[in-house]
């Protein structure tokens, strides 16, 4: 079953992961100074799927929320950047490449809504965590609480993120039809 899962993989959704994961530890590891790499990556991305306007404002709106996340998450007191009064540039990069898989790594969530609450619930946290453990981030409240905060907000997000992808969709078809 999992060589059938992964011969059905198409290269360019292996080639979007892969990218999103050198990201994801290059910025989390190397910090400001692996943004230029992350943006490279980013930008051959963009080249390489030829993505649309429709997709480059859903990584632009995807983006901006995130950021918004976690700004508002800081100003709560919940994290903590070292070295910063807010949120670190490479985390900016970071939210701009995971937007980034929506449509790609991530497409398999499309139509699957509970999939999409047990991804956001389950791994979104997770990342946040392995950050904290890598000592990138630091959680006020306890890691129990944070872990549950952070899946009460990432849940119903991933539902959010997956609509305004089937609502930009549905608009662009609207306007290519009439």
């Given at each position: ?28 590891l190397?910090?400001d100074?692996f943004?230029?790499v ?18 480059i404002?859903?990584?632009l ?5 995130g ?28 939210w ?10 991530l497409?398999f ?32 409240p ?14 119903p ?15 662009e078809?609207k306007?290519?039809v009439?």
């Amino acid at each position: 079953m999992v060589v059938d899962i992964v011969t059905r993989i198409k290269p360019s959704t292996l080639l979007n992961l892969i990218g999103y994961n050198i990201a994801w530890f290059g910025l989390i590891l190397i910090g400001d100074n692996f943004i230029p790499v992350a943006i490279a990556l980013f930008v051959s991305q963009l080249w390489f799927f030829k993505a649309a306007k429709n997709e480059i404002l859903l990584i632009l709106l995807v983006a901006l929320v995130g950021i918004g996340l976690d700004l508002t998450l800081v100003y709560f007191g919940v994290f903590i950047f070292p070295d910063t009064e807010w949120i670190p540039l490479w985390l900016l990069t970071l939210w701009f490449v995971f937007a980034g898989t929506i449509r790609h790594s991530l497409a398999f969530l499309e139509n699957a809504k509970l999939l999409q609450l047990f991804v956001g619930a389950i791994f979104a946290p997770l990342s946040y965590i392995a950050g904290a453990k890598l000592s990138v981030v630091y959680f006020v409240p306890s890691l129990g609480v944070t872990y549950f905060l952070l899946a009460s907000v990432w849940a119903p997000l991933m539902l959010v993120i997956f609509s305004l992808s089937r609502w930009l969709l549905t608009l662009e078809e609207k306007s290519n039809v009439g």
